[in-house]
């Protein structure tokens, strides 16, 4: 036996010429199936192989099995002796199906700790190492899991490794850095990123095989469901991603919202906030369906604990009302009502609530003393969203109204709150208005997808001010793409 649990070369061989007795072929009608699946040695070669006078490339070798593998099928198939009903096959012991039918089977009894190493053990079945990365708070950096055969979690930046590419550009990337052939998986729950998984292959030939690459695909797509769903059964999942401990008003917020990222066919949305770790008034909701999109962005006066308590009341108010079946205008009382009466005095909130028709792209929308909402339109900026306005949510409205637009598919949608703008450098410039759709032009002009783009842009706001930050800064990025 060879490494890998093969035959030698000559036995392999052997059974080859084996098979063909028994197909019952020619070689003139064996070499024509080889030729047909892509073979490109000749006829005298072949003829050669099989009386191993001459070696082939593995992968001819595997081109003629499969030639012979289909003529006997085709011989067996029609005596095989017929069931009273269909007998369906079992759980295959190895390959994909085994793999992920014994991760879902194993995960419904595993605390969120094991999830790592039933990924490693999903790999094995499918003959490769698997290695689960998660990404951190911050958005800076991937995260070994501990649980693994590399034992205790290490991280990787996001902007100058393999593993930073696939998750940045969602697709799979291959490498063979220091001679190890590695695939890089992006790890979604849905269109929320949350990691990557690290798929190592024994040989660089398999780093192209678009088989395995899909099957990677699907292991990866279970894992990031597996992920969402398990996280919240413990802490085991989330602690090694935090680079520092949370603020009990962003453990508050943080709680409270929706993934960063989600998408339909029609609809494609992206949020964060910082700072991650010190985040206390700033929040955004959203709700898709298959005819309306609902956004909301808050931000409660105050910082630290008792604006996030106001944070979370107003999101509370806000999906009340809004999965009560009410529209922007009620939704706007819901939170006036529920702010003013738990926190009554000076206290308020701004934000922003709206909904998009997705048959016809009409928007309607509140703005509730919150920085004007940006269309954005064939990589430019279309105007500033100002209808709509009235005070901030819990102070008594007088002449509420509702405003309206008509998107066109493609067009793009940014709430932000006021830490974007105002975030200022050591010189005291602000972040503004301008540098704000600048940047979202260029990011629309580069093919980036929401969710990235929102990852620079606070990125971007962090570095501006210093890597800190005076209030929270968050943003809202959507995109209607048409009906």
Known sequence: MVAGGGLRPDGRRSALAAGFTHAGLTLDELWMRYFALGGTADLMEV????????PLPDGQHDLLAHA??????????????PYTRVIRQARPSSGPLAALSGLLGAAGSSPPERLPGLAAEAGRLMGVGVVMHLVDHEQRALVRMAGQADGKPS??????????????????VASERAGRPRLWVPLLDGADRLGVLEVRLDSAAELYDPALREQCWWLASLLGHLVASMEPYGDELERPRRNRPLSPSAELIWQQLPPLTAATDSFVLAGRLEPSYDVGGDAFDYALSEPTVSLGIFDAVGHGIHASLMTATALAGYRSAR???????DQAQA???????????SAFVTGVVAEVDVGSGRLRYVNAGHPPPLLLREGRLVKELDG???????????????????????????????????????????????????????????????????????????????ELLQDDASILLARWRGP
């Open 68 to 81: 012979v593998n289909e003529r006997l099928e085709e011989l067996v198939a029609p005596h095989r002796v």
């Open 155 to 172: 991280s990787q930046g996001m902007d100058s490794t393999m593993a930073g590419r696939a998750f940045r550009s969602l697709r799979v």
């Open 388 to 466: 709509g306005r009235r005070v901030p949510f819990g102070v008594d409205p007088q002449g509420l109204t509702v405003g309206q637009e008509i998107l066109e598919p493609g067009d793009w949608l940014a709430l932000y709150t006021d830490g974007i703008t105002e975030a200022r450098d050591a010189a005291g410039s602000w972040f503004g208005e301008e540098r704000l759709a600048e940047f979202l032009t260029r990011a629309i002009a580069a093919g980036q997808p929401p969710a990235e783009t929102v990852r620079r842009l606070t990125d971007a706001v962090l570095r501006h001010q210093g």
């Open 323 to 329: 999965r009560d079946g009410r529209g922007v205008f």
């Open 47 to 54: 003829d050669a192989y099989l009386s191993q006078l001459l």
């Open 335 to 345: 939170i006036d009502d529920v702010v003013s009466v738990t926190f009554p005095g």
